[in-house]
């Protein structure tokens, strides 16, 4: 009777360990290396499996538009370097996120990018993010893409994945 018990706390301690395992299981550590090079830009960035991928060249821009569903929607402008200074290209970005009239706060800042909160109104509050990037002579910015809205959660692992590709 007691060895039957034992095996019962095991499995119940087994039990409890892969239930926390499963709660903190990130999905984008599930997603897997996309590359972009296909497209145009010589970078790679995470995403869920059969993400579409649509490109349209804008003259002297290219807009990557990586997508899956409602919770991943990734958009990369690749255009002509204007500053090698990642400090001037972030300042710019922020300074065009921080124009909109519905723009909150910063939620996160860091040298190449953020993350930004907007607020309509009390029932419609949004997340954003920006982060830029340059390799030789183009400059990348990644952000949401403006179609649709996103949480904070949606919006952070994001971002983290595009920043994982680098």
Known sequence: MNFLKSWQKVFLYIAAIMTI????N???????ELDLLPY?????????DSADVNMSN????????????????????????SSDNLGELKASQ??????????SQIITDEPNGFIYETVIDSNNINYGF????????????????????FT??????MYK??????
């Not at 395992?21 to 903190?24: E, L």
């Not at 290219?62 to 370097?81: C, R």
């Not at 904070?152 to 692992?157: A, M, N, P, R, T």
Request: proline share 5%.
């Open 58 to 81: 804008l003259g002297v821009m290219k807009d990557i538009t990586v997508k899956k569903g409602n919770e991943y929607n990734v958009q990369i402008f690749a255009s002509p370097l």
């Open 152 to 157: 904070q959660e949606q919006i952070e692992k």
């Open 26 to 32: 990130d999905p984008a550590e599930e997603w897997s």
């Open 94 to 103: 922020l300074e065009e996120v921080k124009s909109n009239r519905f723009f």
């Open 130 to 149: 920006r982060h830029v990037y340059y390799q030789a002579d183009l400059e990348y910015v990644f952000q949401q893409s403006l179609v649709g809205s």
């Open 21 to 24: 395992w499963a709660c903190n």
């Open 40 to 48: 145009g830009i010589p970078i790679s960035i995470m995403a869920p």
């Open 161 to 166: 994945a595009i920043k994982q590709g680098e």
